[in-house]
């Protein structure tokens, strides 16, 4: 398996230095913390799948790991599922894509249609909450029903994770930050089509947003 892209130790210095402090948040709460797992769909994973994001396939054994230790140490696990309904979102699906792409996008992501589905590696328990979302973000007030979900169990905290890292896990952290959760994305959870989208995506939230672990930072500040 190709190893998962590290961000540059120069931009960690930089990022550490100017906050004074290793990380941005030190500590967790893990009844207050909650895992986001964005879109790791069929129709995100599948290979040859309508929106394949080939590095998917190799966070999946680092979600379900970051997922086991945040249940057994008494935290939340929501999976977020991309869902278009028909038309869909306009702005994007007529103007971002052309027609035939958006056609075979919108069908593969219907509820219910066997690509919406979650990828079946994934362990999902049954205490965990399953959502759809009808944006990129998670976050986005109208988007998702996750954060009012999340606020009512007292939840502060969310570790992003999925795909893909630029686009959907990027603006649910963003939105997250910008309506007062602590956010993290988890750098080796998260997937991109290339590594140099991935890691710009990663740098930029370092830099002015909020928290990039790895799973086995977050496991251990978890078990602290």
């Known amino acids: ?30 009844a207050r913390t909650a895992l986001v797992v964005i879109d790791l769909q069929n129709a995100f994973v599948a290979e040859g799948a309508p929106c394949e994001v080939p590095a998917a ?28 309904e028909h038309g869909g979102w306009p702005l994007f699906f007529e103007h971002m894509v052309q027609p035939a792409t958006a056609a075979t996008i919108l ?8 690509m919406h589905a979650l990828w079946p590696e994934l362990e999902v328990a049954p205490e965990d909450v399953v959502v759809p979302k009808y ?9 998702s029903t996750l954060p009012a979900i999340l606020r009512g169990r007292g939840i502060d905290t969310v570790l992003v994770a999925g795909c893909m890292t630029n686009m959907c896990c990027d603006s649910s952290a963003r939105d997250a930050v910008m309506t007062d959760f602590r ?38 500040a978890l078990r602290a």
Not at 2 to 27: C, F, Q, S
């Open 1 to 30: 398996m190709t190893p998962h892209p590290e961000l540059d130790p120069a931009i960690l210095r930089a990022a550490a230095e100017r906050r004074g402090r290793p990380h941005v948040y030190d500590h967790f709460e893990p």
């Open 57 to 84: 396939r190799g966070v999946v054994s680092a979600v379900n790991r970051l997922a086991a230790a945040l249940r057994a140490a008494g935290g939340t696990v929501a999976w977020v599922q991309a869902t278009f």
């Open 107 to 114: 069908a593969a992501l219907q509820s219910g249609a066997p």
């Open 135 to 143: 944006r990129f973000s998670a976050f986005l007030p109208g988007a």
């Open 183 to 220: 956010t993290v994305m988890v750098s080796d959870a998260n997937a991109a089509r290339t590594d140099t989208a991935h890691l710009a995506a990663l740098s930029a939230f370092l830099q002015g947003f909020g928290d990039v672990r790895t799973v086995d930072s977050l496991i251990a």
